[in-house]
């Protein structure tokens, strides 16, 4: 039974640029949720999508978007990147409302 | 607010000792749960323990126990007879209402387990 799996692992951009991350739920899962991690910090928040749409989200500002696919996979979406938004980015799924979230092994996202 | 405090930046200790690391939380809500998660070098998440708020009943698994107490809005972790495997940063995370999609994560404990 695979897991959350993220990709890619490894990524590094150039401040300005978009970028989007993917993210396959594991099996059984339809609700993902997604979070920023910076050094040092704990994960933080940004948002989840359940049946196609955006449910909770965090205090993130609209460069960041996302997308949930009818196979319950999911993108997140950066645009105009800043050098603050290097980070592990990782994601969550669960299954709605109940039992707890499993996370990806995160992609590390470096903006130069 | 919603808020989680892990005071314990780094701990280290020997191989086979106990060790119990803290998490204080903060919410006004009265249905709330709380989690544990264990993040090894890889950067992976792993689920260790999720509680409610209604449940108050201590629970051990293996060489690890939790230890909740809505009284003081704690929820700490111990490990019995550490071993280098458990070398990792754990979290708290409190997630409010009925949802657990949005978790609040503590700053996380280092904690290093020396042989």
């Known amino acids: 039974d695979a897991g959350v799996t993220q990709s890619p692992t490894h990524l590094i951009k150039t401040r300005g640029q978009q970028v989007t991350l993917r993210c396959s739920p594991k099996s059984g899962h339809d609700t993902v949720s997604w979070y920023q991690q910076a050094l040092g910090q704990g994960p933080q928040f940004i948002f989840q999508y359940y049946e196609e749409e955006e449910r909770q989200r965090g205090n993130f500002p609209d460069r960041f978007s996302g997308h949930q696919f009818p196979n319950y996979s999911s993108e997140l979406n950066v645009n105009a990147l800043l050098l603050g938004d290097s980070a592990l980015y990782l994601c969550a799924s669960s299954v709605k409302n109940r039992g707890e979230a499993f996370f990806g092994q995160g992609t590390r996202l470096t903006v130069v | 607010a919603q808020k989680v405090t892990q005071a314990q930046t780094e701990i280290s200790v020997v191989e086979k000792e106990d060790v119990t690391l803290d998490c204080v939380y903060e919410t006004r809500d009265t249905t709330y749960y709380l989690f544990w998660y264990k993040q090894p070098p890889s950067g992976e998440l792993v689920f260790l323990i999720r509680r409610n708020s209604f449940d108050e009943q201590n629970e051990i698994s293996g060489r690890y126990s939790w230890n909740f107490q809505k009284s003081t809005s704690s929820f700490n972790f111990t490990i019995t007879a550490s071993q280098v495997v458990d070398s990792a940063v754990y979290f708290c995370?409190?997630?409010?209402?009925?949802?657990?999609?949005?978790?609040?994560f503590g700053k996380g404990t280092k904690l290093s387990v020396k042989p």
């Open positions: 995370a409190l997630s409010e209402g009925g949802s657990q999609g949005n978790l609040i």
